[in-house]
Structure formats: C-alpha cells, structure tokens
T-cell receptor, first 114, second 117 residues
Framework: DQQVKQNSPSLSVQEGRISILNCDYT??????FLWYKKYPAEGPTFLISISSIKDKNEDGRFTVFLNKSAKHLSLHIVPSQPGDSAVYFC?????????????FGAGTILRVKS | DTGVSQDPRHKITKRGQNVTFRCDPISEHNRLYWYRQTLGQGPEFLTYFQNEAQLEKSRLLSDRFSAERPKGSFSTLEIQRTEQGDSAMYLC?????FGTGADTEAFFGQGTRLTVV
C-alpha cells in the first residue's frame, strides 16, 4: 500500500530550464510534506517543506506547491543546475497520528544536462 | 561535525550472524528514527524513540530486530540471525520536538549499508 507515490522514476532537464518533480499521496491524514535530496552514498538531505495550511512555499530556486483537493504536490527547481542532479524523495507525515514519522515515495532521479 | 553520525558505513556479514549498528544523533535532538532503504525504493520507517522511550515499531521490524536508545543519546539497532533479505541501507535520523508537538525536519545520517552473503 503505497501512500506516497512518485510516478516518474527519472527526469532529464537542460541546465537553466525548469525541473518539475511530482508526488501524489493517498492518506488524507497527512498534514506535512517534505522534499529530500539524496546523492549516492549519502543520506537524504532536507530541501524544503510545506504544511497543509499552505499551498505554496518558496526557498530560493526551489518552490513546492500543494494541491490538497487533488492530493498532489510538486517541486519546481528553476533554474536547474548540474549540481541538482540527484535522487529526490517526496515524504509526508501525519503529525497527530504517526508521531511525525515520514512516509517516503520511491524517488525520482533528476539529471540536469549542461 | 555536528550532524547525525552512523557507524559502520558498510557491513558485510554471513547469513545467520548478528550485527549491530550505532547512530549518534544531533546532540540536542530528542527524537531518533531508524529507516531502511532498499534499491529503487524510498526509506521505510522501522522505529522511533523520544528520548529513551521507544514509541513505535513498524511491522517491518521482525523479532530479530531490536533497537535501544539508552539514556536518550546514541541508539543501536541489532539484527540477529541475519538473512539475505536484510541487505539494505539502514538510515538513522533525528529531530527536535517541541512541547507543541511540532518538530524540526528530520536530519539523516549517511547510513549503514548491510550486505548479507
């Protein structure tokens, strides 16, 4: 039972263009969403988060959008840089039910071509 | 380095042997989580502690797995009688939870890669 789904295993984008990574969830109890970035042989690194009371959160080149009615969130990276090439994980938590533990998607491999 | 530290980084063991991993969280963090990641999948929750209390264990955590966090500081994850299916990356994360129930984002260590042969 995959509660968090990242349906695109990989994405290839030209340097300078926008990267859009998508994530869908099924559990309506989720109220906090995060994106993590992972390089090979390293642990996931926190990138950006959004609470369910918001529909957008921006941090520099990274913006996360949340559509609660569609149970969908997306991460926009603009402009994309070669150093952004990594695996991106979407994660969700239900703060009252699950003790803030994270439920992760399977990840999307982003390749930014120079 | 004040991040989450895990030891060892890599472990190769024969099937049936016991292994133990250690995690040192960020010092002021009171929540500590263990996750497991297999190839092509995202991390899966195993268990978590608030201070020294183990508050939840996933169904993924069979009886062969045990975790401790004595004194609410470092944590150990032990796997007894390892099986080939235990081969995975074991990740530790920590966060600081406030009295309101809100917490900081989880900071992950670099993980311990276990290979059971």
């Amino acid at each position: 039972d995959q509660q968090v789904k990242q349906n695109s295993p990989s994405l290839s984008v030209q340097e300078g263009r926008i990267s859009i990574l998508n994530c869908d969830y099924t559990n309506s109890m989720f109220d906090y969403f995060l994106w993590y970035k992972k390089y090979p042989a390293e642990g996931p690194t926190f990138l950006i988060s959004i609470s369910s009371i918001k529909d957008k959160n921006e941090d520099g080149r990274f913006t996360v959008f949340l559509n609660k009615s569609a149970k969908h969130l997306s991460l926009h990276i603009v402009p994309s840089q070669p150093g952004d090439s990594a695996v991106y994980f979407c994660a969700a938590s239900a703060t009252r039910e699950y003790g803030n533990k994270l439920v992760f998607g399977a990840g999307t491999i982003l390749r930014v071509k120079s | 380095d004040t991040g989450v530290s895990q030891d060892p980084r890599h472990k190769i063991t024969k099937r049936g042997q016991n292994v133990t991993f250690r995690c040192d969280p960020i010092s002021e963090h009171n929540r500590l989580y263990w996750y497991r990641q297999t190839l092509g999948q995202g991390p899966e929750f195993l268990t978590y502690f608030q201070n020294e209390a183990q508050l939840e264990k996933s169904r993924l955590l069979s009886d062969r797995f045990s975790a401790e966090r004595p004194k609410g500081s470092f944590s150990t994850l032990e796997i007894q009688r390892t099986e080939q299916g235990d081969s995975a990356m074991y990740l530790c994360a920590s966060s600081l939870i406030f009295g309101t129930g809100a917490d900081t984002e989880a900071f992950f260590g670099q993980g311990t890669r276990l290979t059971v042969v």
